[in-house]
Structure formats: structure tokens, C-alpha cells
């Protein structure tokens, strides 16, 4: 038996177009899958010496939030985070 004779034209063009569209569906899928997003900002933590008040910028760490102890400073304060912010990133 013979299966493309039991199907009228209308329903062969439905398949095909269904068949299309899955497959352009799937391609565009896993090409954007692959393309890693550029990051949009830079997040940035201002840390302070608590004994001379000489601040310095460095890159946010997972976990640091305002006001943690993050080490010692050379005079024997401590580093404290005072500030954390973000920048944009460079585009290239």
C-alpha cells in the first residue's frame, strides 16, 4: 500500500511546512546556545583601611558585601569594603 497516494496535497504541504519550521526552530536554538553573552557590566569594591583611610578599588568577589572585613592593612587596620559598584563593560 502505497502511503504518500492516501495523503491529499494540502496535508503533504502542511508536513513539509511543519517539517521546515521545526528545523529552522532547532538550528537557530542551538546557535545561540553557543554564543556566550559579553557581560554588560563590571562590578568593582571600594576597600578602606580603617587606620590611615587609604581606599583602593579592586574586582567584586562572590560573597563581599558592604562593611566585611576582607584583611589587614600594613599600618594593622582593617580592610574594609565600603563601596561596590558597577561599570560598564568595555565593548570591543
Known amino acids: 500500500m502505497n502511503v ?3 495523503l491529499d496535497p494540502l496535508t503533504l504541504i502542511l508536513l513539509v511546512i511543519i517539517l521546515v519550521s521545526l ?3 532547532a538550528t537557530t536554538y542551538f546557535m545561540r546556545r553557543r554564543e556566550k553573552p559579553e557581560p554588560q557590566f563590571i562590578y568593582r ?3 578602606e583601611c580603617t ?3 587609604e581606599r583602593r578599588v579592586e574586582d567584586f568577589q562572590v560573597g563581599d558585601f558592604v562593611g566585611k572585613i576582607v584583611g589587614v592593612c600594613i599600618n594593622g587596620g582593617k580592610l574594609i569594603i ?3 559598584y558597577a561599570e560598564p563593560a568595555q565593548r570591543k
Do not use: D, N, P, Y
Open 23 to 25: 528545523i529552522q526552530v
Open 45 to 47: 569594591r571600594v576597600v
Open 51 to 53: 587606620s590611615t583611610g
Open 4 to 6: 504518500t497516494a492516501q
Open 82 to 84: 565600603r563601596a561596590i
